[in-house]
């Protein structure tokens, strides 16, 4: 079936240096896609969203891509702390699928002082 | 703002026992969403409901599960009867339905819920 992936499950970076963590998707119609970031013991938290009509969106310190021809989307991290430290998901919807996210497996950022 | 409520935040419990978690969405919110997460198979999308009315329950493991939404600010998920295999962190999510297509999902902390 079609699913969200991600490329890399642990991603461990320097405090301050530049974060990227990759998500692939399979589903050409998928519309919307949405990053959460999850610290133990907490449910996810919503970080930024992009739709497709859409390549690039930017939030604080965050900046999402959205790369249709090869069905990828990033989540740059500027200035990395350690509070970013936590596993963040890829999801994404399609309109017509209502409001039901598919999450990726998450890759876990580790920011070493 | 309280954000989507979940409770309890953990729950042990022995098999063959009735367990039943409950979640208040945010005001105003309708949609509601059971997430259940593992580490085997992450994030899996149990049952939604839009308006109180369950729309996909195609998520639901079996039998044992079943959810309700009595109205739009609660809802309760149970399993009856409990197995170890349920033991996962079971998440609550809600967000607001405008008919232009997906928004994005505000999720409550979870209840852990452990069957021995």
């Not at chain 1, 963590?21 to 992009?50: H, L, M, R, T, V």
């Not at chain 1, 090869?70 to 409001?99: M, W």
Request: aromatic share 10%; proline share 5%; glycine share 8%.
């Amino acid at each position: 079936g079609e699913s969200v992936g991600l490329h890399l499950p642990t991603l461990s970076v320097q405090e301050g240096d530049n974060s990227i963590i990759n998500c692939a998707y399979s589903n050409s119609a998928s519309d919307y896609f949405i990053w959460y970031k999850q610290e133990s013991g907490k449910g996810p938290q919503f970080i930024i969203d992009i739709r497709s009509n859409m390549d690039k969106r930017q939030g604080q310190r965050v900046t999402v891509l959205l790369n249709k021809t090869v069905k990828h989307l990033s989540l740059q991290i500027a200035a990395t702390q350690p509070g970013d430290s936590a596993v963040y998901f890829c999801a994404e919807s399609r309109y017509n699928a209502g409001n039901m996210l598919t999450f990726g497996g998450g890759t876990r950022l580790m920011v070493k002082p | 703002d309280a954000g989507v409520i979940q409770s309890p935040r953990h729950e042990v419990t022995e098999m063959g026992q009735e367990v039943t978690l409950r979640c208040k969405p945010i005001s105003g919110h309708n949609s509601l969403f059971w997430y259940r997460q593992t580490m085997m198979r992450g994030l899996e999308l149990l049952i939604y409901f839009n308006n109180n009315v369950p729309i996909d329950d195609s998520g639901m493991p079996e039998d044992r599960f079943s959810a309700k939404m009595p109205n739009a600010s609660f809802s309760t998920l149970k399993i009856q009867p409990s197995e170890p295999r349920d033991s996962a962190v079971y998440f609550c999510a809600s967000t607001s339905t405008l008919g232009q297509g997906t928004e994005k999902l505000f999720f409550g902390s979870g209840t852990q819920l452990s069957v021995l």
